[in-house]
């Protein structure tokens, strides 16, 4: 795995971790050291307003309150996600990504076969098998899903090609020239 610039490896390698963090919450903490200071000013603003009303004085308070809870709720999340990259990239290191070669191998080979196959299956029998026997080189178990896939990816295929390319589909050699028209007879397609 190459690490590039800006990559969490170069950023938070290290020492490079606090220099990131200073430069991501630099913002925050300046505009919580002004809101405080502006705070501490606000205080001194007299006002003798009448009993059980809230006075002018009151408002830029407020606001000041809300600057340095957003301020602080910005640094807490900054240090938070830096924290978080920085496991991530020790998680990666310590576990290196697998090559997949045995795979893209067997994709490689399914779609050679594929090719192979076309005139002698058909398109029909032909693409299910591939998009089934795709997903489980690929990984994926869940059975059910796999077979829906295949099944509602072939006939989609089979719509595409035949209804709005009109190019015409190998059938396969008998017996499997036979199940495919069956199976077009069926669909309602000639």
Do not use: N
């Not at 630099?26 to 606000?42: D, G, N, R, S």
């Not at 997949?100 to 398109?123: C, E, Q």
């Not at 295949?150 to 015409?168: C, E, H, N």
Request: with cysteine.
């Amino acid at each position: 795995m190459a690490a590039g610039p800006g990559h969490p490896s170069e950023r938070l390698g290290g020492s490079g971790m606090g220099i990131e963090m200073l430069k991501r919450t630099a913002p925050y903490v300046a505009v919580l050291a002004v809101t405080i200071v502006l705070f501490m000013l606000a205080g001194q603003i007299s006002y003798v307003g009448k009993a059980g009303q809230i006075g002018p004085d009151l408002w830029p308070k407020a606001v000041l309150v809300l600057a340095m809870a957003a301020s602080v709720y910005q640094i807490v999340c900054i240090v938070l996600q830096c924290w978080r990259e920085q496991a991530a990239f020790r998680a990666s290191v310590a576990t290196p990504e697998k090559p997949y070669t045995i795979r893209l191998l067997l994709g490689m080979g399914i779609t050679l076969a594929y090719v192979a196959l076309l005139p002698v299956i058909g398109f029909i029998f032909c693409t299910l098998l591939y998009l089934a026997a795709f997903m489980y080189i690929g990984r994926y178990r869940r059975h059910r899903v796999v077979v829906a896939t295949s099944v509602i990816g072939t006939l989609m295929f089979l719509l595409i090609f035949m209804r709005f390319v009109y190019v015409s589909l190998p059938m396969g050699s008998a017996p499997f020239s036979t199940w495919s028209y069956a199976l077009l007879a069926l669909l309602g397609a000639r």
